[in-house]
């Protein structure tokens, strides 16, 4: 597992967010039972920054606090049957599979953790899990697909002893 690990911005958070974010992302991956290595590029950027992006995007004019770029098409989630015969979604030199990219808000990070009265640490790996998950192929339109990801969200973290 490789996390490409990019600030955009002096954010320092009191800990090494790329191992952390590795760690979470291996969980997921372990989960959900994804038969590569894989690579994610992450990028921790500012409210500003994201809500332009969002609004690119998504047509939503708002800061939020994690987007998903998945790079491969996934009709079912974790459905590697995708990706077989496909070199397009693998990186040549590594041969890791591109997951795709993901964006966090270091404000809303630090916001969310007040609100929702745990670490900075917690809320910052909760979002890489959902945003992993996103890039598998997962969503939460419906009540249902949300419980999944929470379900998985909150397994993957629990395994790692990241709690509330």
Request: negative net charge; hydrophobic residues 40%.
């Amino acid at each position: 597992m490789t996390v490409h690990l990019e600030y955009e911005g002096d954010w320092y958070l009191g800990e090494d967010f790329g191992a952390l974010a590795n760690q979470v992302a291996e969980q997921v991956l372990q989960m959900e039972k994804c038969p590569y290595p894989a690579q994610i590029n992450l990028v921790l950027t500012s409210n500003e920054e994201i809500q332009r992006i969002n609004l690119e995007f998504r047509d939503i004019n708002a800061p939020t606090d994690v987007l998903s770029f998945p790079m491969i098409p996934f009709s079912v989630p974790s459905d590697y049957s995708v990706i077989k015969g496909d070199p397009s979604f693998l990186d040549l030199d590594t041969e890791e599979l591109l997951l795709g990219d993901i964006m966090i808000s270091v404000p809303k990070v630090q916001q969310q953790a007040a609100e929702y009265g745990h670490s900075i640490r917690r809320e910052f790996s909760f979002l890489v899990a959902h945003s992993v998950l996103h890039l598998l192929g997962y969503d939460h339109m419906i009540e249902e697909e949300a419980n999944v990801m929470e379900e998985k969200q909150e397994a993957a973290l629990a395994a790692l002893s990241i709690t509330r």
